[in-house]
T-cell receptor, first 114, second 113 residues
Framework: GENVEQHPSTLSVQEGDSAVIKCTYSDSASNYFPWYKQELGKGPQLIIDIRSNVGEKKDQRIAVTLNKTAKHFSLHITETQPEDSAVYFCAASISSGSARQLTFGSGTQLTVLP | EAGVAQSPRYKIIEKRQSVAFWCNPISGHATLYWYQQILGQGPKLLIQFQNNGVVDDSQLPKDRFSAERLKGVDSTLKIQPAKLEDSAVYLC???????????FGPGTRLTVT
């Protein structure tokens, strides 16, 4: 089955700096790569996603890049703010018919220091 | 638009007892998922429903876990009997039929003592 590895497990940055989180996946059939933000006591919130036919996608301060050849994708957050502090999860999805199994990474605890 | 609703938010039970969790997906979302999230880990898919049919339950421990979605809307996940290692947050997610985007509820935190 699919295996997703995520690094780093913890990341501290100064407010205003950039943060980068990296993930690798094992199954070349994966075709959808979402990123979720999870705050304490809440469910994961979808913040950005990318399909396998796209190399980069940006939404305001958040961007995601995908390298299909190397089977890795990254989340970039610019101009970080204290409210960006949370656990971030990457995931990869293989679709088979109507099945959409998401395999998650182990998470990155991002702390933005004021 | 209302999000995915789950109840209860917290549950504490003793091992060998049974427990049930309820989920109401976003209106119009035909696909519903149950995930298990152990502390410090990413969510792990347990089961996926499309309307009231099971699409994927390959990772559901069927000797103790069961789930149903009888009318294609609400769903319940049951554990019987519970074990200590079942302590986790149980998340429900939903999506439009055929869509990749999954939207999660707040989860139910289960503690088995």
């Amino acid at each position: 089955g699919e295996n997703v590895e995520q690094h780093p497990s913890t990341l501290s940055v100064q407010e205003g700096d950039s943060a980068v989180i990296k993930c690798t996946y094992s199954d070349s059939a994966s075709n959808y790569f979402p990123w979720y933000k999870q705050e304490l006591g809440k469910g994961p919130q979808l913040i950005i996603d990318i399909r396998s036919n796209v190399g980069e996608k940006k939404d305001q301060r958040i961007a995601v890049t995908l390298n299909k050849t190397a089977k890795h994708f990254s989340l970039h957050i610019t101009e970080t703010q204290p409210e960006d502090s949370a656990v971030y999860f990457c995931a990869a999805s293989i679709s088979s018919g109507s099945a959409r199994q998401l395999t998650f990474g182990s998470g990155t605890q991002l702390t933005v220091l004021p | 638009e209302a999000g995915v609703a789950q109840s209860p938010r917290y549950k504490i039970i003793e091992k060998r007892q049974s427990v049930a969790f309820w989920c109401n997906p976003i209106s119009g979302h035909a696909t519903l998922y149950w995930y298990q999230q152990i502390l410090g880990q990413g969510p792990k898919l347990l089961i996926q429903f499309q309307n009231n049919g099971v699409v994927d339950d390959s990772q559901l421990p069927k000797d103790r876990f069961s789930a149903e979605r009888l009318k294609g809307v609400d769903s319940t996940l049951k554990i019987q009997p519970a074990k200590l290692e079942d302590s986790a947050v149980y998340l429900c997610a939903s999506s439009l039929q055929g869509s990749y985007e999954q939207y999660f509820g707040p989860g139910t935190r289960l503690t088995v003592t």
